[in-house]
């Protein structure tokens, strides 16, 4: 037992808590199948009321700004792409599969406040035409979903890892703090979460590397990299706009991997500030 990693453990101790629901890992693996049809995917969601509900009330939202009014599951997938629609489903899944979860040192609105904000920055960086960047909105949107874990099974040692950010000496990154005081990281108990989902390899590598994009394979590294910058500015989203951008803690091979000039972060992080209020309401029907 002691030979399994702790992230492992944990995951499995978490199994029945945060497990997704069987409909949106069937839609994740049937976007995947190039045999899969629209009829097909369309039947597999309408097979779950509150996903469809939810689903319908994101499309619908101002958010995505559709011309007519989305009525079915079957012109969701019309209107929004297989993509997009797999992209909600996951999205909606995984959120509510942790309300299930109590936390004491952080808010889930909080939580997932940080997430949309990081998926919105995300997108805005990486808005390009190209097929690498297609999911970065969801992949921000998982990015951090280990630590709910950490917060609730170890609360007293992650409240030590954030105070290690906040006061005096030099400050750790919050990774570095958590496998100090807990032995692992959100990183590496997000990815093994991640695995349990069946998630695509893209997901993964973003949720194990969004602290160090060093560390992906390089057919993924593009997409980890700009996780990461845009985590790294919505960890500041509360600053005013000038602080957020001074001395941003992302080292320039990130650029440089993440293809995306500096220049344009003020950009993203405007349009992230115009988005999270519309998007959070549209998310969490707030």
Not at 264 to 276: F, G, M, T, V, Y
């Amino acid at each position: 037992m002691a030979d399994i990693p702790l992230e492992i453990r944990l995951v499995r101790d978490y199994r029945d808590l945060v497990s997704l629901p069987e409909v949106a890992l069937r839609v994740n693996e049937m976007v995947d199948d190039p045999d899969c049809s629209v009829q097909a995917l369309g039947k597999v969601i309408s097979q779950d009321p509150a996903l469809t509900m939810r689903l319908l009330g994101i499309a619908n939202s101002p958010f995505y700004g559709l011309a007519r009014q989305v009525e079915n599951v079957a012109q969701a997938l019309t209107l929004l792409g297989l993509q997009q629609v797999r992209n909600l489903v996951l999205a909606s899944a995984v959120s509510s599969v942790f309300e299930r979860i109590p936390q004491e040192l952080i808010t889930l609105k909080d939580f997932w406040r940080h997430s949309l904000f990081c998926g919105l920055v995300a997108q805005a960086l990486g808005e390009r035409g190209d097929s690498r960047f297609s999911t970065l909105f969801t992949a921000g949107l998982l990015h951090d979903v280990g630590q709910l874990i950490l917060f609730h099974r170890y609360p007293e040692q992650m409240r030590e890892a954030i105070l290690q950010q906040v006061e005096g000496g030099e400050p750790l990154d919050m990774a570095e703090a958590e496998r100090r005081f807990i032995g692992t990281d959100h990183c590496q108990v997000g990815a093994a979460l991640a695995r349990q989902w069946r998630l695509p390899e893209r997901y993964i590598a973003v949720i194990a590397g969004h602290h160090d994009a060093a560390v992906a394979e390089p057919a993924h590294r593009p997409s980890v990299a700009l996780i990461a910058i845009a985590n790294r500015i919505a960890e500041r989203h509360l600053l005013p706009d000038e602080e957020v951008l001074a001395d941003l803690p992302v080292a320039d091979e990130a650029w440089e991997w993440a293809g995306v000039a500096p220049a344009r972060a003020p950009e993203a992080l405007a349009s992230a500030r115009a988005r999270i209020d519309e998007l959070e309401r549209a998310y969490f029907l707030m």
